[in-house]
Every structure is written in structure tokens, then in C-alpha cells.
């Protein structure tokens, strides 16, 4: 078995569709030959490591959809992304993108490609999951 068996693709052809159906939601791009960073690995992809999409997932109940970065050139760059962001050191590259509808909010070509930068354009896309994060800490502390 693969490192993507239980990958979930979504075809970025589905966006108009998901982007009707959903107010927020989150756009990962991987490239099928680079492992991404020691924290962010695509869904379903076992690495035998921790990985906080899932964390962030199951935590905010936000929805991730996925797509090859070699798959997707063309909407990327109709985002505004620069080919140094899609092409590094010979490679495709890894990205993630927030959405409020059709509307790109924030996405790693703002900020790194990191558990901080993630976790930053999840809460910019949606500030009410901040104010449920608060909630979830308050609890803890009692």
C-alpha cells in the first residue's frame, strides 16, 4: 500500500459546486512526488506522524478538500498565485488556501506554509472559529 491509498482528491473542476454549498471552507494543494512539512501532510496520506489538518479538522469541524498542485496550474495562477509559489527548486509546491464562498480570503502565499500559517488563514477565513478556539481554552482551564 501507497502513501496515496487513502488520499481524498477533489477535482479542482468541483469548486463552483463546493463554493455554493459552503460559506468557509479550506483548499490544499499537494504535489504528488514531495512530502510536505513534519506537521501538514494531505488528509489520508500516512506518514506514520501526527498531522495537524487533521487536528484542525476534526477540532473546528472545518471542511479540506484537496487537489494535486500539478492538477490545479491554471486556477492557481487565476488566483493570482506567481509560478514561484506553484514551481520551487524543481518541484511542485505545496499551498493552502481559505475561502468565503467563491472569495479567496487568505492563503500561504501571505504567509509560511507552516502549522502557524495554516492555522492564521483558517482563522481569518472564519473569525468565529477564534471565538469557539477561546471557548475550548476556558474550558480546559477549569
Not at 476534526?58 to 486556477?75: A, C, L, N
Request: hydrophobic share 40%; aromatic share 18%; glycine share 4%.
Amino acid at each position: 500500500m501507497d502513501k496515496w491509498t487513502e488520499f481524498q482528491i477533489t477535482p479542482i473542476s468541483e469548486f463552483d459546486k463546493i463554493a455554493e454549498e459552503n460559506e468557509f471552507f479550506f483548499w490544499h494543494f499537494v504535489a504528488k512526488d514531495v512530502m510536505t512539512s513534519l506537521t501538514i501532510h494531505p488528509l489520508g496520506a500516512d506518514y506514520g506522524k501526527e498531522n495537524a489538518l487533521e487536528i484542525f479538522k476534526e477540532t473546528f469541524g472545518i471542511k479540506i478538500y484537496q487537489s494535486f498542485t500539478e492538477d490545479s496550474v491554471d486556477f492557481l495562477m487565476n488566483l493570482g498565485a506567481p509560478v514561484k509559489f506553484i514551481w520551487r527548486f524543481g518541484k511542485y509546491a505545496p499551498s493552502f488556501y481559505g475561502f468565503n464562498r467563491k472569495r479567496l480570503v487568505h492563503s500561504t502565499l501571505e504567509t509560511c506554509y507552516c502549522i502557524e500559517g495554516v492555522s492564521d488563514i483558517i482563522f481569518k477565513t472564519n473569525p468565529k472559529l477564534y471565538d469557539s478556539f477561546l471557548s475550548v481554552e476556558k474550558e480546559d482551564l477549569k
